[in-house]
């Protein structure tokens, strides 16, 4: 584009009979080729702007003309010397970047010499298997940008962290960009079942489509694999924990090399879901006893078929005797025989073995909050090497705001990897705005007290604290087959945020937003610190109208609408009475000395922060008090008073992030402004009825009016019912 | 982009001083002008080529310089009188075509005056609700090309003929398209559920997105009604007829209103499937019992309350006493009931009902074939006008090859509607290429007799027959949120066919073919006539491998792997033994006077065709007749080795389908080509395995080895039986 413009400078000095006309219909190529291709490529049909499709990969042309002459000096060669695929994708990323950048079609070269003036990848010699090798640094060097790493990978990754740059449109001068990941295993879990559904997914339909693998291979995957390597992602799982034994026969393998030789190529190894009973079900065995040697040997010889199609196979994930999947306790053998088992198999392999630490049982008088910790600190020290524990962030299941899971620190001879969630399953599913880094920062960051003052969550899962070598950081996908690859265009910085933060837990929340929105949305500074701001404040205000002061959820059915009335299920922990316990008397679940007790799989200090309902913070109070309606908080306000205040305030919040929004509206793309405009009046609608649902139904308990100053609600208890009861029918 | 051609030529004429390499760089942004945008809408990341999201409508620019020239000439301005929504999408339409055609942005005036050189919309006032209303013409007169009809939706179809034509590169002169719908009531069905999944959809997930509706309404929606419209399709159900109550709550009544509103402005009509037990479920009554006097005002209520918000809705469509689906019979009452009374509620509006005549009761000693037509006929004379029922285009489910339903022609009171399936339930998914217009035409032009020869299926429908005014076409839709909308890029070709047949029965399947591979795939002669053949070829290619001599396959489950063997059912008529009925005497279904006498539902001339096992054409030899093994048939061949040439032939002839495409590789965009190709891929190794499974299971009674020159399946049965079981696990 910037020749043209300079074309065009020169055209009229050299050759000032050029025509004004033709001079203006050049101008109007010029705008074709900038706008036209944007509208081309959001729907080459009618409507007009950016689709989101590109994620924070769009590469828009330099606009700082000194900026972009400076880059321009780098970019006469890519040398590249190894053949390696994962090279070839760094080197074929730096000219598509170079390309959309600066304009310039950048030759690659497998031996530059000693010519200057490009970019030029350098592979330190004498790697070993460690997180450490992924590390790059980018910096000047001889007239070069020379990217230098002890792995393929992290050549790739430091090509990516130079594009970064060079989009948000900093300076070459003093370019020193290096990292290392914090976390070995950084990896997405896809919940993404055989038939194209996606459970919990609010993004159209799985990225994998089956039936037509392996001889199609959607080109998107590659996308997939480039915007994950962007991040720092190195494994991804691509079906359900509710596994289908489908994935252990030939057919499969098959297909799913088919994914993973797209996925190899950017330093990403695929994994998948195993169906623990598959020894039964597909093999025809009489049984799935992990100590028994048929058993064994089948395992064995399933992963030695896997490692013929996929050589650089990641490894399993399961989950077992949660939720009505079998497990080995189904034989009477604990996690530690099944996951070992599996291990075991890997052995002659890189492959490892992931074993979720999400179960529970189904007891009216136990509290859920504690089964995790009960059923695996036993089995400490029992995990073969090659196992890792991955538990979720917190003790129930992935709620708007939980306390941190008592297992981290508690398992010091295994491996914790941690398990966040990316799609919004408790959050809003697709329409509403929910930046959660803060949600992940906040687990990061408690502290377990587990070796004194500083024992983070971090540190328990980076290996710091316990030594671990295998470490792991997974999310629950929030990807699926919507053009913009995550239904609310915001949340695209959901899977940014996670896999930033998968690389390194010390970004800020805000310091990625931030990158996020300049990257994806705007570069206009205005714009972009009312949408970081919007960001920042969205995880409170969605807490504070849909589960304020320590409330929680997890109730039967699509997590969709407000049922905190629900007292049947299948489960009694699957209702929403086993959780608030509302009754005459107050609100939460007591879960100190006099009630569950589970306070006590924390350390002293821990208990500390949470076993006073004076003391507690308002946020996590209710996760462990059952306090009384009238009981003055800090705030100097009763719990009905602040509870109907949070509730309404957060429902208010909603319009003040549309204001937000539209402040930067004129440095947004129509198409993106539109969309999210849109999707936050469905969240501010939906704000409402969750607070009405609330406030009306804990009224039959408290006995209490609306606050002065909120507008009670126009509906009646029934009436919200009957609305939710429509999302429960077929 | 000509005019850039033109540019350089004058540039290099006029002003010789111009370096080469200003030149050679203003070719290079005419070939990014030509190259980039289309890249780019594909996949703004890496890959190039055409996404297939344009469908028919890519109104790429006119090459042929001369027929340019002409169109050139009517391109100066739009002559809408009057503002109605449709005429303004009439108008954008040719604006954006005419934008890319021929790179010129036409203007639209209210008041054309006498000027020429331009599009004039007339109206022809006077009009009535007929579907001869909606027909159009399109000529030259006065110097301007006039598009008239006496209603607006008319004048969008002209718009769209026109654009047809100018996107083949035909002549203005003599300019005269003229064409009136021979059906009243055009229109798609839509099987989507209110979870996004859609039943036996194979493109992604449903277009409509409820969890987002009202306030979000996804821009797409406007691309799936222009598609709809240029093909004359005037009506859209949006929901599965194993229906969702919700969408009779407000609630829900507001979301379909939204894209209603979309619909609107393309002559489209939102139609809603319905749940008959609503009143119950819903609403709260004891019962849904049609005669109750409290169910029919419930419904009264219902219908008031839609058209509050959607002015012109459509209608509804019902699936009742089917298949578990609740309906008037639960009550002892009949389909006319259960329809009239809905009919009863639509009396003030223009809405009308449409009753599905798929039922079938669980007798394992009755056969399906006959069951719709004993409940139906007997009702004839006793539905509401305002009812259609609608009639699968055989007595089965659709099949891949089916006699018409003996229904069409014997209720000559009753407007009957045909439904086809344009999903490919039983047709290899999105995987196998099977163009389905040979089979809509083959039950269209099937002579039912019922008023002497030429009694035709299609004379029966469009109305000519028995004077319907209320003639209905309806399709199950093959829409999905995959980018391409259909999955497989050539089953764009099975939507195409159903719109312009549901306008025009007598146009040809070749017709049809060789207009969309033109408007879609390519204007290079040979390589289109390769692909038409292709596309001509490949329904008795599918029955061939598939199907073959009138077999039939609607067993249980996902209808996507071979279970010739399933004996087992939910039902005695979800069994595969139930339909083909092999033993060790033979072959088929004896549907004469000697077995479930079937045939005795068709007029004597029909029977005649059939009754014979001798004459019967082996198309429809096995749904009418237990053939012997050992039968010889017209062929020479004995009826084991027929069933043999034929299955291996059929898998054999999917090879040739990859060398006809292959031919026209180099006419094909890069993209679609290799997507198609291979899908075809998929396809041969799966006729493959379908030819395996039926030859391998049919030799267990049969007894008799593979004819010589073919070369038995190197599986065994029982490994078949293994590698289809694995599609039948979670």
Redesign the interface.
Known sequence: MI??NR?LR??TN??D??SIM?IR??LL?FI??LI???S??T?????EGDDG??LW??YEPVTELSVKAEYIKYATFIGQSGKGEILQSAS?ELQ?GFQKLLGKNVPVTESPGKRSGGIVFKLIPGTANDRQDEGYQVQLSGGNIVVSSKSENGILYGAFALLRHMQMQLPVKNLNLASNPKVRYRMLNHWDN????IERG?A??SLWKW??LP???D??Y??YA?ANASLGINGTVLNNV?A???FM?Q??IVKVAAVANVMRKYGIKTYLSV?FAAPK??GGLTTSDPLDPQVRAWWKEKVTQIYKEIPDFGGFLVKANSEGEPGPQDYGRTHADGANMLAEAFKPYDGIVIWRAFVYKADPKEDRFKAAYEEFVPLDGKFDPKVIVQVKNGPIDFQPREPFSPLFGNMPKTPLGIEFQITQEYLG???HAVYEAPIFKECLESDTYVNGKGSTVANVVDGSLHSYSRTLMAGVANT????NWTGHPLAQANWYAFGRLSWDHQLSSEQIAREWTELTLTRNQKARESIVGLMLRSREIYVDYNTPLGLSRPWMG?H?APEPWQNKGARPDWTAVYYHRADSVGLGFNRTESGSNALVQYRPQVQQQWNNPDKTPLPYLLWFHHVGWDKKLSTGRILWEELCTRLYTGADSVSWMQQQWDLAKSSLDP?IYT?VA??L??QH?EAIWWRNAWVLYLQTFAKQPVPKGFEPPKQTLEEVKK?VN??L??
């Open positions: 020749r043209l074309y020169n055209a050299q050759y009979k050029i033709n219909f050049l190529i074709y080729i036209g291709p944007a081309f490529a729907d080459p049909l009618t409507s499709y590109r990969l769009k074929s598509t055989t038939d194209g559904t609010y159209g339909s039936y037509e001889e199609r291979v080109p998107r590659q996308d480039r509710n289908s034994a489908r026969s057919e499969y169906y079900t597909l599913f697709a329409s699926g087959s919507d053009r699509v969709f198409q969309d849109q999707r009046k469905i609608r609305s429509i999302y029918m077929r």
